[in-house]
């Protein structure tokens, strides 16, 4: 059954918990449940465990309603109804729920590609009306600046009307590059070459002065199905906010390993399959942090708190894991940043058995849009 069932009687026992809602409260099936107070089952979930204790109370319960729940992050939706006995007297309640991270989820990216399509046609329309006249001004410039021989004030504002203008051209193509759709070149990747390439692409764009960069790259590390140039697009932005971040001094440190991603161990018709192989990235810098009311903010395109920021970078950094069907989650305890990416191995083993062909992706843009 693909919904969890808990049911409770009305001095507090649990009576009924299946075993989906042992996975969705994460919660370890060592001993049965039945008979044990729900306060101290569901113990590590004060949100449900207040629902449940208010079920008796209320004249209306809840039907199709949605809870976060605060220690996992996981979204559920959820139905109460209130038990009988033979004597219509209310002997207990039951919960039926289900997962809806996924849903969410899926939401929130239909949501974020609704705002590409729009920003899409905003910034095209923008770069073709914008790109020409910019073109102008720099060789413009740069011919008044033949011409007006050595006086240094003059040269100096010419130079600042040139480099203005290189600025907004940069901003003009990174907000084109942003919005165009990915394609994916899907080759066999290894995340180590990645992570190389990146730091030095990194390096030559900002410099990386006092910094201690670290790398931990587990040993062994399976190649992924991805795209070997977008990737470090992805690697490459990270590191060059934290660089910025850092401002030419502390530490940058990179690590990576396998990991499983177990989150949904049954397929759509209740089916078990094999979780799913990861490679996990971690980017973790200890300068000041994301302060916690910006970090749903950071991911949106032309947010940026630096005065000569785009604000695209991690909008593509997003955008690249999205086309991966990777996760990014940042971690951020006021003391420095930590993104993590989980990346998909996703059948690098059939890749290397198989050899058919070149990889497509399933999961590309395209087929989402
Ligand atoms: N490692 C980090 N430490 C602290 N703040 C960060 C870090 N990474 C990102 N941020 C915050 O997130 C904002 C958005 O980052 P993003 O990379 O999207 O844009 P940007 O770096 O400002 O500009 P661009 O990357 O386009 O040059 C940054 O302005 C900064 O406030
Ligand atoms: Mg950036």
Same mark, same amino acid.
Request: net charge neutral; hydrophobic share 40%.
């Given at each position: 059954m693909r919904n969890g069932v808990l049911a409770i009687t009305r001095d507090g026992a649990i009576a009924e918990m299946n075993d989906e809602a042992f996975r969705i409260f994460q919660l370890k099936?060592?001993?049965?449940?039945?008979?044990? @107070?729900?306060?101290?089952?569901? $113990?590590? =979930?004060?949100?449900?465990?207040?629902?449940?204790?208010?079920?008796?109370?209320?004249?209306?319960?809840?039907? *199709?309603?949605?809870?976060?729940? &605060?220690?996992?992050? #996981?979204?559920?939706?959820?139905?109460?109804?209130?038990?009988?006995?033979?004597? $219509?007297?209310?002997?207990?309640? /039951?919960?039926?729920?289900?997962?809806?991270? #996924?849903?969410?989820?899926?939401?929130?990216? %239909?949501?974020?590609?609704? *705002?590409?399509?729009?920003?899409?046609?905003?910034?095209? /329309?923008? /770069?073709?009306?914008? &790109?020409?006249?910019?073109?102008?001004?720099?060789?413009?410039?740069?011919?008044? &600046? *033949?011409?007006?021989?050595?006086? @240094?004030?003059?040269?100096?504002?010419?130079?600042?009307?040139?480099?203005?203008? #290189?600025?907004?051209?940069?901003?003009?193509?990174?907000?084109?590059?942003?919005?165009? @759709?990915?394609?994916?070149?899907? %080759?066999?990747?290894?995340?180590?070459?990645?992570?190389?390439?990146?730091?030095?692409?990194?390096?030559? #764009?900002?410099? *990386?002065?006092?910094? =201690?960069?670290?790398?931990?790259?587990?040993?062994?590390? @399976?190649?992924?199905? $991805?795209? =070997?140039?977008?990737?470090?697009?992805?690697?490459?932005?990270?590191?060059?906010?934290?660089?910025?971040?850092l401002e030419g001094t502390g530490t940058v440190t990179l690590s990576a390993r396998e990991g499983v991603l177990d989150e949904e161990p049954h397929g759509p018709a209740g089916e078990p399959h094999a979780p799913t192989r990861t490679v996990v990235v971690d980017v973790a810098d200890d300068g000041p942090g994301v302060p916690r009311e910006l970090t749903d903010r950071i991911f949106n395109a032309f947010f940026t708190t630096k005065p000569q920021g785009s604000g695209l970078g991690l909008a593509i950094v997003r955008k690249v894991v999205d086309a991966h069907d990777g996760k990014i989650d940042i971690l951020s305890s006021g003391k420095g940043t930590r993104f993590r990416i989980t990346l998909p191995v996703s059948g690098a083993d059939d890749w290397f058995t198989a050899k058919t062909g070149p990889a497509t992706m399933s999961g590309s843009p395209e087929d989402e849009l």
């Open positions: 099936r060592t001993s049965n449940a039945v008979g044990r @107070p729900f306060i101290e089952v569901l $113990g590590k =979930h004060p949100d449900m465990v207040r629902v449940l204790k208010n079920a008796f109370e209320l004249s209306h319960l809840p039907n *199709r309603a949605e809870l976060r729940l &605060k220690s996992s992050g #996981k979204v559920i939706g959820y139905t109460l109804s209130r038990v009988y006995d033979e004597r $219509g007297r209310a002997a207990g309640v /039951a919960v039926f729920f289900k997962d809806l991270t #996924k849903v969410e989820q899926m939401e929130e990216r %239909e949501r974020l590609r609704d *705002r590409l399509v729009a920003l899409g046609e905003m910034a095209a /329309a923008i /770069a073709h009306e914008v &790109k020409n006249p910019l073109a102008g001004i720099e060789v413009m410039a740069g011919v008044l &600046k *033949r011409q007006v021989g050595q006086s @240094p004030d003059a040269q100096s504002i010419l130079n600042d009307i040139i480099n203005e203008a #290189k600025m907004a051209n940069r901003i003009v193509h990174e907000a084109l590059e942003f919005v165009r @759709p990915i394609r994916l070149q899907v %080759e066999h990747t290894s995340i180590a070459d990645v992570i190389n390439d990146s730091v030095s692409l990194a390096e030559s #764009k900002v410099p *990386r002065r006092n910094i =201690h960069l670290r790398l931990d790259l587990e040993d062994g590390l @399976p190649p992924i199905q $991805g795209d =070997h140039h977008q990737l470090c697009q992805l690697f490459t932005n990270l590191l060059i906010n934290a660089f910025e971040a």
